[in-house]
């Protein structure tokens, strides 16, 4: 990639940005796709003026950091030392994804003896309550004693030769900014807020939320869910940077109600298009991967119910576990629904859904495993036979006097038939397959709705539930596959969201040429409903939760549902390749322009 020359303003300073986030070399969410991601848009315009901050877990660093020993060329150098020789545990090195940045990550352990004076001082100055809180809360506070640190020290250092933006993302690094404003430290700010933390415990807690919005208070709420310290923090940050933005409309309605403040910019989520593109070659890896599917449907399946294959849809849902926010429940309501007009209308197909989260599990099921190790044995096994009646065929076509078929029975030993059938008879079973693939530490939200809505995969359902509560991982038992190998091997992705900021699942499958399903509630639908009028038409479908109740919405789903059921293979396919060809819509290179026009705002607030 070509570097360009660093960035000069109109009074000859560079220009330098710097990215604050927890999540920074740190995957532990969404906000950790959204930096990744981004880093070779930005790489590509700042150059070496583009640096990264995070915190310093050794278990991650070890995978994607790599320390640069030489301080003397690089514009954050003296910083460093200066904050070495104050004792403190600083990183310096490259991060090791697309773009390949500069980062600097902060040992938190250093600064820990420090922590109650640290919170003593942001009670005294910007009243935060920090009395018994959680441990993450701590670090967060650490986090952003030691951002407030360097970049106070770095303003000392270069604030007469550069202009320094500091871009910081969520609560988790926003306790640095109250006290750079009240030090008047030189450094231009942005906070974005993925999502308010009171929005996040509401909209799961709270019918019609939305509706509410305008009706709470904002410290009530806190303390009522024992969020008060992250929900002032946040709302410090908010109000106390250069320029406030947040990643949707959806999200700014909250900001408004819950933070005190509306925001400046609203800054879409991208994805690096090209790290998903396969030289136009979707539709193969859509064969093969669902091929891989196809592996485990019959495994989980054949035993009791098998079903043909290639009349067999395959959708899913995944996302962290939460049951009415992520639009389980409603996806789950509108499943039956579907599964009830595919019997009435004797439609001859099968729905396979996937719900993929996370949650609390002893083991994979063991009867899950079997059933898959047994199947594998009738696979091999089959492969010897083949490869026998293969050798004979050939050795009998080649000598035989006439031009008839010959018996293949004929060629197979008797242990391999017995091999065979014995396997067979061991793998068969009357038992209706498993929802869950695992073992389950308690029973949830999906166990109890499969139940009330007979979703439990009955022999003449034409809905099949596969609950698998692990993200899905290359390693994995069941499948084989990595999470978007599995995304490319489905034909729709369902996420009828009630709270969500953003919503990279479906951005994620109109990048692998899935189409999807998403809510005007989601950041994402949102979105996608004000740049492109005949969205439907590109393979991106919205339910509308906005104005209908759970029931009306529900039903509006199983209705879409049906109609890609109903489509002809012919029909899927041109639709594939319509998603696939508006994902660069959602490319860095062209959505990093938010960013630019934020942070140029905070340069001219700054002055």
């Not at 360009?4 to 000859?12: D, E, G, K, M, R």
């Not at 003397?72 to 090195?93: E, W």
């Not at 106390?240 to 947040?246: A, E, G, S």
């Not at 809905?463 to 069941?478: A, E, G, Q, W």
């Amino acid at each position: 990639m070509e570097i360009q020359n660093p960035l000069t303003s109109s009074a000859n300073k560079q220009k330098i940005l710097i990215e604050i986030a927890w999540e920074t070399c740190n995957q532990v969410g969404g906000i950790y796709t959204v930096i990744r991601t981004k880093v070779p848009s930005m790489v590509e315009k700042w150059g070496n003026n583009y640096f990264l901050l995070g915190p310093y877990f050794p278990q991650t660093a070890t995978a994607e950091f790599e320390p640069i020993h030489d301080l003397d060329d690089s514009i954050l150098g003296k910083t460093i030392q200066k904050m070495r020789s104050m004792g403190l545990g600083v990183h310096y090195g490259y991060w090791l994804v697309t773009g390949k940045p500069r980062i600097v990550l902060f040992d938190l352990a250093t600064v820990t003896p420090k922590l109650n004076q640290i919170k003593a001082s942001l009670w005294e100055k910007h009243q935060v309550p920090t009395l018994h809180v959680e441990d993450i809360v701590n670090q967060t506070i650490l986090f952003g004693e030691m951002i407030r640190i360097f970049l106070t020290e770095l303003a000392n250092d270069q604030a007469s030769k550069a202009e320094i933006v500091a871009h910081i993302h969520e609560w988790m690094s926003g306790t640095c900014i109250p006290d750079l404003k009240k030090d008047g430290v030189k450094i231009a700010t942005v906070f974005t807020t993925h999502a308010t933390m009171l929005g996040r415990y509401l909209a799961g807690n709270v019918p019609d939320f939305y509706d509410k919005l305008h009706t709470f208070n904002w410290l009530d709420e806190a303390r009522h869910y024992g969020i008060e310290a992250q929900a002032t923090i946040e709302r410090l940050a908010a109000n106390m940077c250069h320029v406030m933005t947040t990643v949707s409309d959806v999200t700014a309605r909250e900001c408004e109600f819950l933070l005190g403040k509306v925001p400046d910019l609203i800054l879409p989520n991208g994805l690096n298009i090209t790290r998903f593109s396969a030289m136009h070659e979707h539709q193969n890896l859509h064969t093969l991967f669902k091929d891989r599917i196809n592996e485990f449907v019959m495994g989980h399946f054949f035993q009791s119910q098998p079903f043909d294959l290639g009349k067999t849809l395959y959708f899913f849902t995944s996302g962290r576990y939460e049951f009415s926010n992520k639009g389980y429940d409603i996806t789950l309501e509108a499943l039956a629904r579907l599964n009830w007009k595919m019997k009435q209308a004797k439609i001859d197909k099968t729905v396979v859904m996937f719900f993929i989260t996370k949650q609390p599990y002893h083991s994979i099921d063991p009867e899950v495993l079997q059933s898959r190790a047994v199947m594998d044995e009738i696979h091999e096994t089959c492969n010897a036979i083949e490869k026998q009646i293969g050798e004979k065929l050939f050795n009998a076509s080649a000598s035989a006097t006439d031009l008839q078929m010959p018996d293949l029975n004929g060629f197979i030993d008797e242990y391999w038939r017995l091999r065979l059938r014995r396997t067979i008879q061991t793998w068969k079973t009357n038992k209706r397959p498993k929802v869950v693939t695992h073992l389950l530490k308690n029973e949830d939200g999906i166990t109890d709705y499969t139940k009330k809505a007979n979703l439990l995969n009955n022999p003449d359902d034409k809905v099949k539930i596969v609950y698998h509560p692990d993200f899905i991982v290359s390693t994995n038992p069941l499948f084989g596959l990595d999470y978007g190998q599995f995304v490319r091997g489905c034909n729709l992705g369902v996420f009828p969201s009630y709270y969500e900021p953003w919503g990279y699942t479906p951005l994620e499958c109109i990048a692998r040429g899935v189409p999807t399903i998403t809510s005007d509630l989601s950041g994402f639908g949102d979105y996608m409903m004000q740049i492109m009028r005949d969205y439907e038409q590109w393979g991106v479908m919205v339910v509308n939760r906005k104005t209908q109740d759970f029931h009306k919405a529900a039903e509006q789903l199983s209705e879409m549902m049906l109609k890609f059921v109903k489509q002809s293979l012919r029909e899927r396919i041109t639709q594939r390749n319509r998603v696939e060809s508006i994902s660069d819509t959602f490319d860095w290179s062209n959505l990093r322009a938010y960013y630019d026009t934020a942070q140029d705002l905070a340069l001219k607030r700054r002055k």
